[in-house]
């Protein structure tokens, strides 16, 4: 069996000190004890509300290899196996430099306001066919996910995937100095994080600085039409390394064409500079074709065969809360669930997919879009021409969206509520067959209620 750590790499790597000596190994790395498995190395992290020191006895009753710890409390005996350090954040961090230093595969990371993660997943669909891929899991993708990330990472592995987030300025240079990428994708530059960075300018500002990471002659892939794409390109001149760009025009040095959308695929073709590629999705929305582009031009760069990565790809099925399509639980319907999070750009992308998918009606439920601060009452409004143009009946909760739900046309007003779950008896009433529900709202206004009262697929994970 292969082990992730051993003892002379824990202590190499983060300096402490084992409270006995004995053989380690670790087959894998946890913060949280309640997806720790047997053989996790375990790190007891102290967060705002709690403290990886309070779950030491549950992480060795699930068989954990090791516990790092800051000290050993009074009610262990030193003869456990625990590895005392200064701080244990510092030594995650630590560990995921080490691991990244140990591999010599191909680093990607990507970052943007939108689609991070779906780009990853296709991604890694896109990899199988090429060797042994690690990806980061979920949205893994702050000062904790990150080096959770590379602490994971199999040192004989072929690719390393990394998500790097931002919500301040100033957090996306050490994060992409951790993954030392070889290859840098940028999805979008968007309102997320508006009311936090003040301007898109800000915004596109930190996203360029996942390009200070990058080797020299290193690769970075964005959309043509990213904002500010000036920023970028000269950006990338500074640390010399090379750019494309994905997009419509003749311009762009991956060209997408030919693009035919339908309720159950998104075709369209992928121009290289001297071939042409059909590719096929198994899923909707034209969000998902810009994706998928971004990973393709990264497959032409590690120069591996794009036919071979094309058939993969079209494995890609959205995930939970990211364009997951569920049978309703009472009618004949189905539901588009985006509940996972929300910005002003990828809701107008999921009302256009709705339109997509729907034969009959089309049912947008939407919760308030979170930090947007001052420019929240203006981004939540611009959605209304969306909202109109692609939905026949409307339902919102949060303050944010009362707004907006004011000023739609009586004739698709649904219902307001302040929460998620007040509105779920009004949406039941109004639900008839062959209806299309969109769900969608910010992580914070908990929207996945709304999905589970009404998706048989939740429902019976519920049970």
């Not at 990899?127 to 949205?139: C, D, N, T, Y």
């Not at 409004?381 to 339902?395: A, R, W």
Request: net charge neutral.
């Amino acid at each position: 069996m292969t082990f992730l750590w051993n003892e002379t790499d824990l202590i190499q790597a983060t300096g402490g000190t084992l409270s006995i000596h004995q053989a380690i190994h670790g087959t894998g790395v946890s913060i949280d004890t309640r997806t720790l498995r047997p053989g996790d190395i375990f790190i007891a992290i102290p967060g705002e509300n709690s403290d990886g020191h309070d779950y030491i006895q549950q992480a060795l009753a699930n068989g954990a290899s090791c516990v790092i710890v800051t000290h050993i409390p009074s009610q262990f005996n030193s003869q456990l196996p625990f590895l005392i350090v200064s701080d244990t954040l510092h030594a995650l961090t630590k560990m995921g430099i080490y691991a990244r230093q140990r591999f010599h595969g191909k680093a990607i990371a990507i970052t943007g306001s939108v689609g991070k993660t779906t780009t990853k997943e296709m991604l890694k669909n896109a990899l199988q066919p090429f060797g042994k891929i690690h990806a980061a899991e979920g949205s893994y993708n702050n000062h904790l996910g990150v080096p959770l990330t590379l602490a994971r990472l199999p040192s004989d592995a072929d690719y390393c995937i990394s998500e790097i987030g931002m919500n301040h300025s100033g957090e996306i240079a050490p994060l992409a100095a951790m993954v030392k990428p070889d290859i840098a994708i940028i999805t979008t530059v968007s309102s997320s994080h508006l009311g936090l960075m003040k301007t898109l300018d800000a915004i596109a500002e930190e996203k360029s600085q996942i390009i200070t990471a990058l080797s020299k002659n290193g690769i970075f892939i964005l959309p043509e039409t990213v904002y500010d794409f000036t920023l970028f390109e000269k950006r990338a001149m500074q640390y010399h390394v090379h750019l494309y760009r994905t997009g419509l025009s003749e311009k762009a040095d991956f060209q997408i064409q030919s693009i035919n959308l339908g309720a159950d695929y998104s075709i369209f073709k992928f121009k290289t500079v001297n071939e042409i590629f059909s590719v096929s999705l198994a899923s909707p929305g034209q969000h998902l074709i810009h994706d998928a582009s971004l990973v393709l031009g990264a497959i032409f760069s590690l120069k591996l065969d794009l036919q071979q990565a094309i058939t993969a790809l079209h494995q890609f099925t959205a995930g939970s809360g990211r364009g997951e399509i569920l049978p309703l639980i009472d009618k004949t319907g189905i539901l588009l669930d985006e509940s996972y999070n929300a910005s002003t750009l990828s809701i107008q992308a999921a009302l256009k997919t709705l339109t997509l998918l729907s034969p009959k009606r089309r049912i947008a439920v939407l919760g308030d879009i979170f930090e947007l601060d001052e420019h929240s009452e203006k981004e939540h409004l611009s959605l209304i021409p969306s909202i109109i143009q692609n939905s026949d009946l409307v339902f919102t909760c949060g303050s944010s969206m009362k707004i907006v739900f004011d000023q739609l046309p009586r004739s698709i007003q649904g219902k307001w509520c302040k929460n998620a779950e007040e509105l779920i008896p009004f949406i039941h009433q109004q639900l008839q067959d062959r209806d299309t529900v969109l769900v969608k709202g910010s992580h914070g206004m908990h929207m996945e209620k709304i999905v589970r009262a009404l998706t048989q697929k939740m429902n019976q994970r519920k049970n």
